[in-house]
């Protein structure tokens, strides 16, 4: 049997290996699918031991290793090497293993399958740290029209748009975001985490369509209620794109796509 894992510390809350079993059972495939707690001190050892197994395919990755994933991974892809980071690591025919972050990918498909419309939108993204990063290139390759990066610390904002200089991306100050006119506004910030809101001014939202919250919970997040308060049409947490990204991860391991849609209303459902 193919066998999967995800490494984290701490990882019992993961919900990637229930997802992962829903698209095996979907698209027909037996899989074994662990959690595993990696030592802060011995991750690199950990995935060494894993994919030593014949039948060890590939790997998630999440916090806080996802950087030192990324210096593991012998060949990386686009996405890898903006956020300088990787949450699924594919074992490769010649030896070692390919990384890849799925996250971008994740976040655009659930967009879509929410019916937002990117082409052509100004999308606004508070943060720059990682989770910024990992969603930076497959928002520019949605065809977006502009992509503002708003943070607490500008000079990260900034440090992203030097580094990918690209002329529908643009740093914007935490003061200025009110007159910006995005569309669609993002918090990739750890605010959440902490039930903070992202700083953003609330005139930021009032003539904003969708607000995006890349963490998720049981209830609404506070930016997702500050957002509608404010006069904001839609708020979606992040738990599509948690799923849309380990479908992507699925896609890269089986070469099958699995259907998402009723795995995210599943995993509300029965695990938030
Ligand atoms: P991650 O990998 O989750 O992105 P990170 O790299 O530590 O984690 O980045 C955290 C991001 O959340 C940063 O953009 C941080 O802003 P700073 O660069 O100014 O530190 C942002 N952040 C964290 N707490 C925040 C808060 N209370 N308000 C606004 N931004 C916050």
Redesign the pocket.
Known sequence: MKKFAVFGNPITHSLSPVIHQMFAKSTGEEILYEKIQAPLEGFEQAVMDFFAQPNAVGCNVT?PF?TRAYEMAGQSSPEAQVAK?VNTLARMHEGGFQGFNTDGVGLVADLKANNIVLEGRRVLL?????????VVLPLLNAGIAKLGIC????S??QAIVDEIACERLECVALEAASDWQAEIIIN????S??N????IDSAALVRCEVAYD?AYAKEPTVFMRYALDNGCDLALDGLGMLVEQAAAAFTIWTGKTPATREVVNKVRAEYT
């Open positions: 916090m996802k980071a508070l943060g720059a740290g990682g989770a910024a990063r990992g943070n607490r610390t500008q990260k904002a990739s910030t750890a605010a985490l902490s903070a809101l992202p700083g890349m």
